[in-house]
């Protein structure tokens, strides 16, 4: 029983966020007038992701605007200022702002540390 091989629960559902947040990025790159669609389909994915009861990944989070949730591209749908060791990103369609601290160089979030690392499981086609 050397072979056995453990199944990763919400495979599918992880997998479908991920082409979601793609589509939605194709759309936002694409053309302006399809943000419509790219918001409906990051209401998608963090719908599915509270429905399994996932954890999008950080980085993932960082992209989308808490307020219009549509994906925020520096320099497509959204202004970047850095102004006292913040980082600002402003959104072009509603206004709301994301601050991130960028005074602890050191810092590495709880999902990136080496510590949080319980079992990496290969997510290999079937």
């Known amino acids: 029983m050397s072979g056995k091989v453990k199944k990763c629960a919400g495979k599918e ?52 605007c808490k307020g219009c949730k549509t994906l ?3 320099g497509v749908n959204c202004r970047v200022r850095m102004k006292k060791k ?14 991130f601290d960028m005074n602890n160089r050191n810092y590495c979030p709880w999902q990136q540390n080496p510590e949080s690392t319980v079992q990496i499981v290969d997510m290999g086609s079937d």
Do not use: P
């Open 72 to 74: 925020l591209l520096a």
């Open 86 to 99: 913040r980082l600002r990103w402003i959104c072009n369609l509603c206004g709301q702002t994301k601050t």
């Open 13 to 64: 559902a992880f997998q479908r966020m991920n082409y979601l947040y793609q589509a939605a990025n194709a759309l936002v790159t694409e053309n302006e007038s399809k943000y419509v669609a790219s918001i409906h389909y990051i209401n998608l994915m963090q719908s599915i992701s509270k429905k399994t009861v996932q954890r999008m990944d950080i980085e993932t989070k960082r992209t989308i």
